[in-house]
C-alpha cells in the first residue's frame, strides 16, 4: 500500500434497488492519474457505482472519499468529479462554447479566460473553430469530443465516463478509444470508464475490474486479468474461453496431471492451489493458445486433447474452428490463416495442443 | 394511396369525408353569413348585407365588459394553471414516489368530473368558507378545470427531454434551481407556450363552472347565454361571436406555427446528427 492518497477512494459501499442487490459492500481504490475500467454486463453495478462516486444515487452504507474527503450525501454540483454521458448528454439549445464553459460561467470564471479555457480544450479534442457549432449539426464523434471538453474543462479530480463509445460504429469507436487515452495522457487525470465491452476495457485501461453482481470478481491490469483470471465468470467474460470438468489424476512438481483418456490429458500449473490427485477441477485453455493439427501429433510434455472438427468459422486474418474434444466439451481454436489451417476440413480428426503454463485452473470443487 | 381500396369505395371516403367537414363547419358558416344579414331575424331571407351589428356591439358598454372580464378571468387561469402544471409535470415524470399513480390520478380526474358537479361543489365549498363570488372564484374554478390539460400537454415535452441533460448541468456545478432555469425551462417553453393557450381558451369558452360561481361581473360566454332570451340582441350577439371566433383561430394557428418552428428548431438540434438523418432518408428510399 502507498501513503498517496487515491483520487477516489471507494469503501465498503452497497446499493439496492427494491429486492435488486446492485453494488454490494464494494471497496477499490482508485489512483491518481490511472486510467481505470469497471468492465462487467449489464447489471453487475458498475453504472450504479460510478453514479454513486458522482453522486446521482445515495449508497445504503459505505463510504466515498474524494482525495480524502468524504462525499457521501453532497449533492453532484458540489463534487469535484465529472461525467461523460453515454449519449453526451450536450445541451441542445445552446452552441459548442456555451456547452463547454457551462461549468466555468457557473464558477464565475471571467468571460475572456473561459473563452481561452474554451479554445484550448478544443485544441486538445482536435475541433478548433467549432465553437459556434449546434450539438445537432455534429456527428455522434464530434458530439463525444466535446462532452470530453464540456467536463474536462473544469479539471476534475477524476473523470467519470458511463460507456461513452457505446453509441458510435465500430470503426469510430477504435478510432476514440486511442484519441481517449491520448487525451487522458495528455493531461494526466484520472478516468474511471464503465464498459461492458472486454476488447475497449483491456485495449485502454492502466486497471481493470472485472465486476459482477455487484463486486469485484478481479481487479488487475489487463494482462493480467486476461492471463491469469481469478474466476471462472471473469476468464468467461474477458475474451472467449474453452473450459472443461476435470478430475486431478496426479500432482508432481508444481504441475496437475489430468488424464482423459489413455492418449489425452491437460496438464495446468498447480502451484498455490489446493488440489491433490482425486480433486475436480475446471481447467481453461484460451483459443488463440492452442495449436491445431491433423491426425494424431505428439505433443511433448504439454497438453493434448484429440477431437472432430464441426465447424470452421472465417474471420478474415483468423481462422475459428470449433471442436469436439475428448473431455465431451466443444473448444474454439483461433489459427492465423495460413497453407496448414487451410487444410483442415470440417469433419476432420484433429490433435489439440498447447504448452503446460497456458492452462489455468479456474475452480477446484465441484 | 391504399390499394386495397376500390376506386369506388375510395370516392365514398371522400364523399363521407366532406360530409363530416359539411356537418363540423356549417353552423360555423352560417353564423358569419346571418351577421351580416341585415334583418332582426336570425333567419333566412337575406334582407342585404349589413355591418349595423358590429357598429352597435362596439357600442354596448355591456358587451365589451363581458369580453374584458373573460379575458381577464382566461388570463389569470393560463398564468395558474401553467404554473401549477410545471411543478406537478416534472414530479409525474422525474420523481420516484410512493402513491404516483394516485397522484396523477387526482390531479386529472376533473377531466372526467361532469362541469355541472364541480360548478356546484365551488359553489358550496366558496359559500362555505365564506369567499365572495368574484371574476376571481370563477379563475379558482376554471384552473381546476384546465390544470390537466396543461399537464397532459406538458407531460410528453419532458418525456422526450433526456433526464441525463439535467443531470450533466447538475454534475457541471448547477443547483436543481438553476438547472432548471437554464436547461429544463427553455427546452421545455414550446409546451408551455401550448399549454398556457390551452388554458386560456378553456376558461375563455367556460360556462357552466362561470353560472355557478361569477357573482355580478359576467363573463362573455354567461352573457351570450343570458341575451338567447331577448331576440332583438340576437344579430349583435351574433357578430362579436364572428369576432370572437376569428380572434381564436388567429391566436391558434399562430400559436400552432410557433410551437411547430421552434419543435423543429428543437428537434434538429437533439435528435440525430445529420449522418444518422442522411442514412434514415436512404433507408425510406
Redesign the interface.
Known amino acids: 500500500m502507498s501513503d498517496v492518497t487515491p483520487a477516489i477512494s471507494i469503501r465498503g459501499i452497497s446499493k439496492r434497488f427494491g429486492d435488486v442487490v446492485a453494488v454490494d459492500d464494494l471497496t477499490i481504490d482508485i489512483r491518481e492519474g490511472e486510467f481505470i475500467t469497471l468492465l462487467g454486463p449489464s447489471g453487475c453495478g458498475k453504472t450504479t457505482t460510478m453514479r454513486i462516486v458522482?453522486?446521482?444515487e445515495d449508497p445504503d452504507a459505505g463510504q466515498i472519499l474524494l482525495r480524502g474527503d468524504d462525499v457521501v450525501g453532497v449533492?453532484?454540483?458540489k463534487r469535484h468529479?465529472?461525467?461523460c454521458?453515454?449519449?453526451y448528454?450536450?445541451?441542445?439549445?445552446m452552441d459548442v462554447q456555451q456547452n463547454i464553459e457551462?461549468?466555468l460561467k457557473?464558477?464565475k470564471v471571467p468571460k475572456d479566460e473561459r473563452q481561452r479555457q474554451v479554445a484550448d480544450m478544443l485544441g486538445i479534442v482536435r475541433l478548433e473553430g467549432y465553437e459556434h457549432r449546434?450539438?445537432?449539426?455534429?456527428?455522434?464523434g464530434q458530439?463525444q469530443r466535446i462532452a470530453l471538453a464540456?467536463?474536462l474543462v473544469?479539471e476534475p479530480a477524476a473523470l467519470l465516463l458511463d460507456e461513452p463509445l457505446g453509441a458510435l460504429d465500430v470503426k469510430l469507436r477504435k478510432q476514440m478509444q486511442l484519441e481517449l487515452k491520448r487525451i487522458q495522457n495528455e493531461l494526466k487525470t484520472t478516468f474511471v470508464y464503465v464498459t461492458h465491452d472486454q476488447e475497449e476495457a483491456l485495449s485502454m485501461s492502466d486497471r481493470i475490474a472485472v465486476m459482477n453482481l455487484g463486486v469485484i470478481e478481479h481487479l488487475g491490469s489487463p494482462r493480467d486479468v486476461y492471463e491469469r483470471p481469478a474466476t471462472p465468470f471473469v476468464a468467461d467474460f474477458v475474451g472467449v474461453l474453452n473450459a472443461a470438468d476435470l478430475i486431478v489424476s496426479s500432482v508432481e512438481s508444481g504441475r496437475a496431471l489430468m488424464t482423459v483418456n489413455e492418449r489425452d490429458r491437460v496438464i495446468a500449473p498447480s502451484e498455490g492451489l489446493d488440489v491433490a490427485a482425486g480433486s475436480s477441477v475446471l481447467a481453461a485453455v484460451r483459443p488463440e493458445r492452442i495449436d491445431i493439427a491433423k491426425g494424431a501429433v505428439d505433443a511433448g510434455e504439454g497438453s493434448r486433447l484429440s477431437g472432430t472438427v464441426a465447424q470452421i468459422v472465417y474471420l478474415g486474418t483468423l481462422m475459428q474452428f470449433h471442436v469436439d474434444t475428448s473431455t465431451d466439451r466443444r473448444f474454439i481454436v483461433h489459427q492465423l490463416s495460413s497453407d496448414a489451417s487451410d487444410a483442415i476440413d470440417e469433419g476432420d480428426e484433429v490433435t489439440l495442443t498447447w504448452p503446460v503454463e497456458d492452462t489455468s485452473i479456474l475452480r477446484v470443487g465441484a | 394511396m391504399n390499394p386495397a381500396i376500390s376506386k369506388g369505395g375510395r370516392r365514398s371516403l371522400w364523399g363521407f369525408f366532406w360530409l363530416l367537414v359539411l356537418f363540423l363547419y356549417a353552423p360555423i358558416v352560417i353564423l358569419i353569413i346571418f351577421s351580416f344579414n341585415d334583418s332582426e331575424l336570425v333567419s333566412f331571407p337575406w334582407l342585404g348585407f349589413t355591418t349595423r351589428w358590429y357598429h352597435e356591439f362596439l357600442a354596448n358598454g355591456t358587451i365589451l365588459a363581458a369580453l374584458r372580464t373573460s379575458l381577464f378571468v382566461a388570463s389569470i387561469t393560463a398564468v395558474i394553471a401553467t404554473a401549477l402544471a410545471i411543478p406537478a409535470s416534472i414530479a409525474l415524470v422525474r420523481r420516484r414516489f410512493f402513491g404516483k399513480g394516485l397522484v396523477s390520478g387526482l390531479l386529472l380526474a376533473p377531466l372526467v368530473i361532469p362541469l355541472v358537479v364541480m360548478g356546484i361543489s365551488l359553489l358550496i365549498l366558496f359559500n362555505a368558507i365564506g369567499i365572495p363570488l368574484s371574476p376571481y372564484t370563477a379563475a379558482i374554478g376554471h384552473v381546476v378545470i384546465a390544470l390537466p390539460f396543461a399537464i397532459l400537454t406538458m407531460v410528453p415535452r419532458l418525456e422526450r427531454i433526456p433526464a441525463a441533460l439535467e443531470e450533466a448541468s447538475r454534475d457541471l456545478g448547477a443547483s436543481a434551481m438553476t438547472t432548471f432555469r437554464l436547461i429544463t425551462f427553455p427546452l421545455l417553453s414550446p409546451a408551455l407556450i401550448s399549454a398556457a393557450l390551452i388554458s386560456f381558451t378553456i376558461s375563455f369558452d367556460e360556462l357552466v363552472i362561470s353560472s355557478f360561481v361569477l357573482g355580478e361581473e359576467v363573463t362573455f360566454p354567461v352573457y351570450l347565454y343570458s341575451q338567447l332570451r331577448l331576440p332583438e340582441r340576437l344579430p349583435s350577439v351574433i357578430a362579436v361571436a364572428v369576432v370572437v371566433l376569428v380572434m381564436s383561430v388567429i391566436v391558434v394557428v399562430a400559436s400552432e406555427v410557433g410551437r411547430f418552428v421552434s419543435e423543429r428548431r428543437l428537434e434538429s438540434r437533439t435528435g440525430m446528427s445529420a449522418d444518422e438523418l442522411g442514412s434514415l432518408s436512404a433507408g425510406k428510399g
Open positions: 458522482a453522486g446521482f449533492p453532484p454540483n468529479v465529472n461525467m454521458f453515454q449519449h448528454a450536450l445541451f441542445p439549445h457551462y461549468g457557473l464558477k449546434r450539438p445537432g449539426q455534429l456527428s455522434g458530439q464540456r467536463a473544469n
